[in-house]
């Protein structure tokens, strides 16, 4: 899927709509190791872009098992730190690392 937008509401429905389709095709619902019992997905890769994280975060957030993951969080903007990663390139570019 091609997208030139970088708008939170249409990542969420791509990443509502990843879940969805991997029930359809495998049974199993698409999990989060770090919020879910069966997860199965260590992390989700991102390249910087906020709506694209923060989706993730919307997306996922009902996913979460606070009894098996210890995570109390209500927002995306706090979930997402336990699961999200940056492209390495990509933090380069923006300036995110620091090298002494």
Same mark, same amino acid.
């Given at each position: 899927? @091609?997208?030139? %937008?970088?708008? %939170? /509401?249409? @990542? ?5 709509? $990843?879940?969805? =389709?991997? /029930? =359809? ?6 999990? $989060?190791?770090? /919020? ?5 997905? =260590?992390? #989700?890769?991102?390249?910087?872009? $906020? ?9 996922? $957030? ?8 210890? #995570?109390? =969080?209500?927002?995306?903007?706090? #979930?997402?730190? &336990?699961? #999200?990663?940056?492209? @390495?390139?990509?933090?380069? %570019?923006?300036?995110? &690392? &620091?090298?002494?």
């Amino acid at each position: 899927m @091609y997208s030139d %937008r970088a708008d %939170r /509401l249409q @990542y969420k429905t791509i990443f509502d709509e $990843l879940q969805c =389709v991997t /029930l =359809v095709l495998t049974e199993r619902p698409l999990r $989060l190791k770090r /919020l879910s019992r069966n997860g199965s997905l =260590v992390s #989700i890769g991102v390249d910087m872009e $906020l709506a694209q994280a923060l989706s993730a975060g919307d997306s996922f $957030l009902p996913t979460n098992e606070p009894e098996y993951s210890n #995570i109390h =969080v209500q927002t995306a903007e706090e #979930i997402i730190e &336990f699961y #999200i990663r940056a492209c @390495y390139t990509h933090a380069k %570019r923006f300036g995110c &690392f &620091f090298m002494t």
